[in-house]
């Protein structure tokens, strides 16, 4: 079982090419799948990466351009075929909803699962939020309202230590506190401290993603200590007055947010289809941030 997995099923921009598919990447965070964006051939990824459309329940659409959601109608047709159950939820812009509503509405009118269509919260907010999880979306900064998505895990339990419980003589039933930073108090009132019972938890880890944007400050503050960030990084250096002009960034832009960031690792995507390699790209981020994982399609990244 993944416990949490990014996998990549397009990382192009703009259109499909033999090289590369529109934006879709699936998170896989202890065998619940959560997609987010749905250019074309998402579905077709899905398959080749053998990825369950019966373990698919949220989709969140970044912004609506057409190489980050024109996936989606036929993702939820082929998930009607295939006679889904229960619900699949998209959260998008407000502004394509009437859009989206219309066209499932036609392609999946008879589909035996619910579709609900969910606005993101207008300047970004908690998404969903469970006892391991918590997603939720920020302003990205592109020629039409955009979002960035982070996915964070939550705080795990400490370690108990079987000795020391022993030792102290703590009683079953007071020990699932421990985990999360109780001192144990005996009966006499003597104060055991958490430390002595426990060894810290295992490190939580997240997830951002970033596309579209132009370089703003205020992106990197978003997502402040993200363990993996996906940054789009379209344009190389040459090309940095178009990358503003039309609401993108450049690799070394990607790095540099990352670096302000605090993140622990960058994977760069939405290449420009003028590219044949994602080389050049890749080495001009690494020389604003060291880790740096070029996106291809297929790619599976295990964060735990």
Known sequence: MARFRINILGCGSATPTPRHNPSAQVVDFRDTLYMIDCGEGAQKMMRAMSLK???LSHIFISHMHGDHVLGLPGLLSTLALHEKSGRVTVHLPASGLELMRSVTGYFCREAPYDIVFEPLPVGGGV?????????????????????GFLFAEKPKPRHLIGAMLEHYGVPVAARHALKYGADFVREDGTV???SRLTTAADPSVSYAYCSDTMFDARVAEAVKGVHTL?????????????????GHSTAREAGRIAAMAGASQLVIGHYSNRYDTTDLLAAQAREEFPSVIAAAEGMKLDLL
């Open 127 to 147: 998404i969903i939020d469970t006892p391991a999880l918590t997603i939720s979306s920020f302003p990205l900064y592109h020629r039409i309202p955009a979002y």
């Open 192 to 194: 055991i401290e958490n």
């Open 53 to 55: 459309f019966s373990r």
């Open 230 to 246: 996906y940054h789009e990084a379209t344009y190389d250096d040459s090309l940095a007055s178009q990358a503003r002009e039309r």
